[in-house]
T-cell receptor, first 113, second 114 residues
């Protein structure tokens, strides 16, 4: 089964702080995703990528940057964190073929004070 | 863009009863449909996937119905047990570009009372 890991699992920062969330997948999937999960909204797509060096804009990208450095690693960057970015963040990966499912990491809980 | 509405937001059933969750979507070009389960402190686990050529799918006490005319997707858990207590999400994707971009419902918190 696909393995997706995230670090850190929990992070507390202050308003204006600089945060990097990391995601690694070990199954050579083409696609990787960053979502945020908030009560009443489900999961919303922030950014995604279909390969190293590629970045696609998701549905809620404001205030976030992302970078896909290798096939395995996808990072989410918050350069000036705000309290509205307090959320549970999930990374996912997927093969590029149709019908393939997304595999999710365990999540990172970010609190911005 | 695609909009997905999921109901109810909270659902409480007794052990052995059925639990029914429904999602509606807006885009008729939607072709891929998923149900995920999220247990406390964990990521999402795929329960079942169906594609637009399927109206009904049953697996291990779960029944998924797809009504493309009404743009409605449902999940029925028959004979729920306490281990089914979790958050359930529907997710859909368009036919164009494959199923590479999912739109999720808001989630349903299911509590199964022993």
């Amino acid at each position: 089964e696909a393995a997706v890991t995230q670090s850190p699992r929990n992070k507390v920062t202050v308003t204006g702080g600089n945060v990097t969330l990391s995601c690694r997948q070990t199954n050579s999937h083409n696609y990787m995703y960053w979502y945020r999960q908030d009560t009443g909204h489900g999961l919303r797509l922030i950014h995604y990528s279909y390969g190293a060096g590629n970045l696609q804009i998701g549905d809620v990208p404001d205030g976030y940057k992302a970078t896909r450095t290798t096939q395995e690693d996808f990072f989410l960057l918050l350069e000036l964190a705000s309290p509205s970015q307090t959320s549970l963040y999930f990374c996912a990966s997927k093969q590029g073929r149709n019908y393939a499912e997304q595999f999710f990491g365990p999540g990172t809980r970010l609190t911005v004070l | 863009g695609e909009q997905v509405e999921q109901r109810p937001p909270h659902l409480s059933v007794r052990e052995g009863d059925s639990a029914f969750i429904i999602c509606t979507y807006t885009d008729s070009a939607t072709a891929y449909f998923y149900w995920y389960k999220q247990e406390p402190g964990a990521g999402l686990q795929l329960l079942m996937s169906v594609f637009s050529n399927v109206d009904r799918k049953e697996e291990q006490g779960l029944t998924v119905l797809l009504n493309k005319k009404d743009k409605r997707l449902s999940l029925n858990l028959t004979a729920a047990h306490p281990g089914d207590s979790a958050v359930y999400f529907c997710a859909v994707a368009m036919a164009t570009g494959g199923n590479n971009k999912l739109t999720f419902g808001q989630g349903t918190v299911l509590s199964v009372i022993p």
